[in-house]
């Protein structure tokens, strides 16, 4: 069983576009997070959410948000697409209180 | 704000030679301390961890030493091989689990 997905695995789009990307955790987890990863391989944290609501909120553009439906699932809602979006968005979960995060197989986005 | 740093990469090492990728942090409190591997293509995944001072933590051959009083968590291991070839993050968490901190990652080489 697949214990973080993610959907798509690969995301081609035009500049100006809206699209999402899908993340679902099955562990259990009570806190879910969105990662940017640059060409550098550079982890930059974006958003983090406990039970539903949001406890993290880096430094993004506001055409980034973030929705969590429920524990299990935390989705990502790109306005507006730019160029410098082009990355790897990672999901990642965890029980908190200081244990390690489990990370789903990422989404590479590519912006035309 | 916490924060972790790590040796430059990248690093190219021949088959069977000896690897260590330091790693210091700084954060207030007594941090949970991790270290993670990114595979080409692929999510990162947890290698090892360590809760408290003076821990070890250990998998697949490698080891890192919870260090408090030189702040540090280096990994190790003694003869690496090809398959080792991957992208690693030293990372720290607090104990409350809200503040989660990757350092910029260490991309490793393996030669036959």
């Known amino acids: 069983d697949t214990a973080v997905s993610q959907t798509p695995k690969y995301l081609v789009t035009q500049m100006g576009n809206d699209k999402s990307i899908k993340c679902e955790q099955n562990?259990?987890?009570?806190?879910m997070y969105w990662y940017k990863q640059d060409s550098k391989k550079f982890l930059k944290i974006m958003f983090s959410?406990?039970?539903?609501?949001?406890?993290i909120n880096e430094t993004v553009p506001n055409r980034f948000s973030p929705k969590s439906p429920d524990k299990a699932h935390l989705n990502l809602h790109i306005n507006s697409l730019e160029l410098g979006d082009s990355a790897v968005y990672f999901c990642?979960?965890?029980?908190?209180?200081?244990?390690?995060?489990?990370f789903g197989p990422g989404t590479r986005l590519t912006v035309l | 704000g916490d924060s972790v740093t790590q040796m430059e990469g990248p690093v190219t090492l021949s088959e069977e030679a000896f690897l260590t990728i330091n790693c210091t942090y700084t954060?207030?409190?007594?941090?949970?301390l991790f270290w993670y591997v990114q595979y080409p293509g692929e999510g990162l995944q947890l290698l090892l961890k360590a809760t408290k001072a003076d821990d070890k933590g250990s998998n697949k051959g490698f080891e890192a030493t919870y260090r408090k009083e030189t702040t540090s968590f280096h990994l190790e291991k003694g003869s690496v091989q090809v398959s080792d070839s991957a992208v690693y993050f030293c990372a720290l968490s607090d104990k409350g689990g809200q503040n989660f901190v990757f350092g910029p990652g260490t991309r490793l080489s393996v030669l036959p």
């Open positions: 954060a207030t409190g007594y941090p949970s």
């Open positions: 990642a979960s965890t029980l908190r209180g200081g244990n390690e995060q489990f």
């Open positions: 562990l259990g987890h009570d806190t």
């Open positions: 959410y406990n039970n539903k609501e949001l406890i």
